[in-house]
Structure formats: C-alpha cells, structure tokens
Nanobody, 119 residues
C-alpha cells in the first residue's frame, strides 16, 4: 500500500509564506522523482515544482524565485512558498514516481491540500 501524505497549506495574506510537506508511506520503495502540482478553480492542473532523485529541480515560470522544493529526508519532500500572491490560490497535489518492490516507476498522487492567498 503506497500513500502520499500531505501536510501544510492553509490561508495567508499576499506576501506571506507557507510550507507544504509530502511524505511517502510505503515499503521497499525508491523515489524516481517527486513534485507538486496545483489546480485552481476553472483551470487545468499544472506543474509547480519537482525534484529528481539526483536533486535536479524544475519550476513553473510563475513561481521561480519564490518557491523552493527540497528533499527533507529519504521519504519527504517540502515546498517552501514565499511571497505568495492571490493567483497562487489553488489545491496543491503531491505527485511521485516511485519504484516499488523493484518495479516501476509507478505514478502516485496525494489527496490535495488547499492554499488560499487573500487579504
């Protein structure tokens, strides 16, 4: 059983900061890459940031310089979001490509966490 357990998110004012965390709960796995996507109301889901097992990172142009993705430990990835804007408001989803039991990579999603930026 593989689960991506998300934490963080919530409500903040413009210019504020939030941190999202995603922990992989599984047995005998390795991470190919992990990242965060977001979906605002009426819009398609889009990539926010991702990090490969080797540490390479990729960011959406809209968050470059404001968001930072990092591996916290062997099974957790954090997304530090600074200088938040109202347009960052969305449901944020953790995503992972995992090799489980020597097979994969397989595609997994978290349940989503709401981020609201409003004054």
């Amino acid at each position: 059983q593989v689960q991506l357990v998300e934490s963080g998110g919530g409500l903040t004012q413009p210019g504020g900061s939030l941190r999202l965390s995603c922990k992989v709960s599984a047995i005998r796995f390795s991470i190919d890459d992990m990242g965060w996507y977001r979906q605002a109301v009426g819009k398609q889901r889009e990539l926010v940031a991702r990090i490969t097992d080797s540490g390479q990172t990729d960011y959406a142009d809209s968050v470059k310089g404001r968001f930072t993705i990092a591996r916290h430990n062997e099974n957790t990835v954090d997304l530090q979001m600074n200088s938040l804007k109202p347009e960052d408001t969305a449901v944020y989803y953790c995503h992972a490509n995992l090799i489980v039991g020597g097979h994969g990579p397989w595609d997994y999603w978290g349940q989503g966490t709401q981020v609201t930026v409003s004054s």
